[in-house]
């Protein structure tokens, strides 16, 4: 019989406990991950490599008392560190999609907006594990999605895909929410999501026509405004965005949700599951802390260190 999804990742919850059994073994992992060759204190940044691993700690050449989580995405937590780097090992094997409800049920959480604020980090930081841009053959484009289709919602985005040839098969994906389709936007986006001298497939119009002076080669695909590629990765967005959250994403926050549809398929090409959640781990100590309230209010992820 096929294994379902479910099957998977109770398999690979059973993994995590067998690499972590417990909190000690959490706190020795992160703290040598953030601080490979001894602690550095966030206050005075003196070295002090023989600090133990250890939540919290105690500077020995300023007396600052820092924390494991102290300018990440985990600062301030209360809960287990070994909660949190479940979540981001359920996240990272989750290739489908993750809601809330269900990480509120893996960490039986009494609070939906604790699991719910949470999971909206754990998006803050894809952003910072999955950082390397498109590149070689790369087709674009410029289009809506409807990321709320009960509210008639709509959200301009571009959309950069690695065409691996002679495979013909889609290889990694960007996409970023836009203002407007304007040539400035389209350069500010390149230069973020494809690497240089990279070769574009992109319409035959503006704001694509001046491509070429932007240090990428420009080929004209077709006349039509959304090449077929592109118009495939946005539909396959909005059907995964509506049947994981059935239409409950605002726009202020939709950007999060990209980030994490196109980590679930550069995740692909990665080595295996494990590179994956190293990969995602390193996100969460680099992004910094953002409060609730700012989630909220705006969706802001967090700003590199």
Known sequence: MKATQTD???????????????????????????????????????KSPGVHPARTFICPKCGNLSSLTTGTIMHGTKKNLSQWLLAIWWLSANEKGASARELQRLLELSSYQTAWTWLQK???????????????VVELGCSEVTPAWERHEEALVFTAAEFILPLGVTGRIRMSMAFDCSEKAMVQFLQKAVKEKSSLIAPGFAPFSHLEQSNYSYIIDSKTEIPKRIEEINSSFEIWLHKIHRGGVSLKHLQLYLDEFCFHNNASLMANRHSIFMALVQGVLEATPTSYKEIVQTGAGGKRK
Do not use: N, Y
């Open 8 to 46: 998977q990742l109770t398999g690979t919850i059973t993994e995590f406990h067998s690499l972590f059994p417990g909190e000690d073994e959490v706190i020795d992992f992160l703290f040598g991950l953030r601080w490979p060759d001894g602690f550095i204190c966030p206050s005075c940044r003196e």
């Open 122 to 136: 754990l998006r803050m930081a894809i952003s910072f594990a999955d950082r390397e841009p498109c590149k070689g």
